[in-house]
């Protein structure tokens, strides 16, 4: 559970976590029942939280299964979990009164109505979508009976960051699980891999004349650096950083600095001057290195998502 555990040791005040075939980070990087437990012994033993990512679109029948199978999460300790579909979050409020569901990036929270819609269904906390202008949503925080989570280092995603539909471009393969989950190899969105097909070398054409040769989409890391200061004085106590593509020596390092990071910050006098230049030094160490395992995953992704589909009974 290395992976899991290393940002807890870096000052990670919670973490989510994966479970087999039900959140968006694939088989390689989801956790087993078995796994979970041991993630929730260390993380509790160190005073941490832990919220299980419920982030697919489930079908009909799954939908049941999942609502019973967080009875067994709640059961083992699970602080909380975090889901995309709204009929989920709904469902999962009414029948686990006690349960503090979050409605993730997926769930397209884009201004305060947003927000007290998900408030009415009983969510606890929202994670606010990369393109919303944050100071008139956060300015009536308080008015609003809601958490609200502020990603601080993600990816800024033009296919809908949380609900990719652009990824099985090359490759959508159903499959099953060991433990019985029906998956499509391709769609984050059904528990299978993000192929990153957005970052793929595209042409633009108009009927028969290629109008650019080269379109690049956007799907860069955004490091809220600057804003850090900005949303802390807002009010914002939930930073959230999207760290399970990484290493774990890298995931670490990015914990860590924003770690740091807030904590001088909250040191400072309040309203007086704060120097940013030695933490952009910093930052800019780690977003070489981010730049160079997403290139480099990135490559193998593209390359493997156009491999002959396998073919399947299922």
């Known amino acids: 559970m290395g992976h899991q555990a290393r940002p807890l040791g870096a000052g990670a005040a919670a973490i989510y976590v994966g479970l087999t075939g039900f959140s968006r980070g694939g088989p390689r990087s989801e956790l087993t029942s078995l796994t979970l437990q041991d993630v929730l012994v260390a993380a509790h033993a160190q005073g941490r939280h832990v919220q299980v990512a419920l982030t697919t679109i489930p079908r009909p029948a799954e939908r049941r299964d999942l609502a019973e199978k967080v009875w067994e999460l709640?059961?083992?300790?699970?602080?909380?979990?975090i889901v995309n579909d709204v009929g989920l979050l709904a469902e999962l409020r009414s029948r686990h009164p006690t349960l503090g569901p979050t409605a993730s990036i997926g769930s397209a929270v884009m201004n305060e109505a947003d927000v007290a819609f998900y408030r009415e269904i009983g969510v606890c906390q929202v994670v606010a979508d990369t393109t919303l202008t944050l100071r008139d949503l956060l300015s009536r925080k308080a008015q609003l009976d809601v958490g609200i989570e502020i990603l601080i280092h993600a990816?800024?995603?033009?296919?809908?960051?949380?609900?990719?539909?652009?990824?099985?471009?090359?490759?959508?393969?159903?499959?099953i699980d060991e433990a019985g989950k029906d998956l499509f190899e391709g769609s984050p969105n059904r528990g299978g891999i993000d192929y990153?097909?957005?970052?793929?070398a595209w042409q633009f054409y108009g009927g028969d004349i290629k109008r650019e040769d080269c379109v690049a989409l956007r799907n860069e890391a955004f490091f809220l650096l600057e804003d850090i200061p900005y949303l802390i004085d807002l009010g914002v106590r939930c930073p959230k950083i999207r760290g399970r593509e990484y290493t774990t020596s890298l995931a670490g390092n990015i914990v860590r600095f924003y770690r740091e990071l807030l904590d001088a910050y909250a040191a400072n006098?309040?309203?007086?001057?704060?120097?940013?230049?030695p933490w952009k030094m910093r930052v800019a160490v780690i977003q070489a290195e981010w730049d160079r395992q997403r290139h480099a995953g990135t490559l193998a992704l593209l390359v493997e998502a156009k491999l002959p589909v396998r073919a399947k009974h299922v």
Do not use: H, Q
């Not at 709640?74 to 979990?81: N, R, S, T």
């Not at 006098?269 to 230049?277: A, E």
């Open 74 to 81: 709640l059961w083992w300790g699970i602080d909380g979990v």
């Open 155 to 175: 990816n800024a995603c033009l296919t809908c960051l949380g609900k990719c539909w652009m990824s099985p471009y090359y490759r959508l393969e159903r499959t």
């Open 196 to 200: 990153r097909v957005c970052l793929e």
């Open 269 to 277: 006098t309040p309203g007086g001057p704060f120097d940013l230049n």
